[in-house]
């Protein structure tokens, strides 16, 4: 599913990485130590220095990387939306890019986030929580075989992290990839078991795998 191999890049120091299809991952470290960068490479934001990356068992290359991305969901830190449309545009738009546009899929994401009362807000006026909501939404909807998220409870008050947290944990059981990101204690990332989501927690610090 996801395969770094002697990866040189910015911080991070000949990674060595394999995520199985299925599986539900976390990327955990301090600040800086390249887990943000691991997102970006699998997504193809960012090429390695030195060393080859494999997403859904072809290698990143311009001329993959647009076919590829279309079966990732991506969830950056710092997301952009559309400050002057609407939520239902801000969703609606990338399916559209992707020929993947249908108001029904738009409108029960919408639900599922708890965006749909929000579907005629524009983005400028949404709350914090509300927009991380919006960008979780847009990967969710994309129906993916992978999803990255970096830091995806950023700005979300305690019952929104409960909910997409379990989001992350159905779309997982249904046959999603995930690798989260996240600098917390990965033991108290969850409300729950961590078997219940078959957690593989990859440890980085200063650009080198740990454990």
Do not use: W
């Amino acid at each position: 599913m996801l395969e770094f191999k002697e990866v040189f890049k910015f911080t991070l120091k000949n990674i060595n990485l394999k995520v199985e299809k299925g599986d539900f991952c976390i990327l955990c470290g301090p600040g800086g130590s390249g887990k943000t960068t691991v997102l970006r490479l699998a997504y193809g934001d960012i090429c390695p220095d030195k060393g080859s990356v494999y997403v859904l068992g072809s290698s990143l290359t311009a001329t993959t990387v647009n076919s590829i991305r279309a079966k990732i969901g991506f969830i950056p830190q710092e997301g952009r939306l559309f400050e002057e449309k609407d939520v239902y545009s801000n969703l609606s738009f990338p399916l559209k890019l992707l020929n993947k546009y249908e108001p029904s899929l738009v409108i029960s994401t919408l639900k599922k986030l708890h965006l749909y009362e929000l579907k005629d807000t524009k983005a400028q006026h949404l709350s914090s929580s509300e927009r991380q909501r919006l960008k979780i939404a847009q990967a969710f909807a994309k129906n993916p075989l992978l999803i990255l998220a970096d830091e995806p409870r950023a700005n979300l008050d305690p019952g929104a992290e409960k909910e997409i947290l379990a989001l992350f944990k159905n779309i997982n059981v249904l046959g999603a990839t995930v690798v989260m990101a996240t600098a917390r204690d990965p033991l108290a990332y969850f409300t729950e078991s961590r078997r219940a989501f078959h957690t593989r927690i990859i440890t980085l610090n200063k650009g080198e795998i740990i454990s």
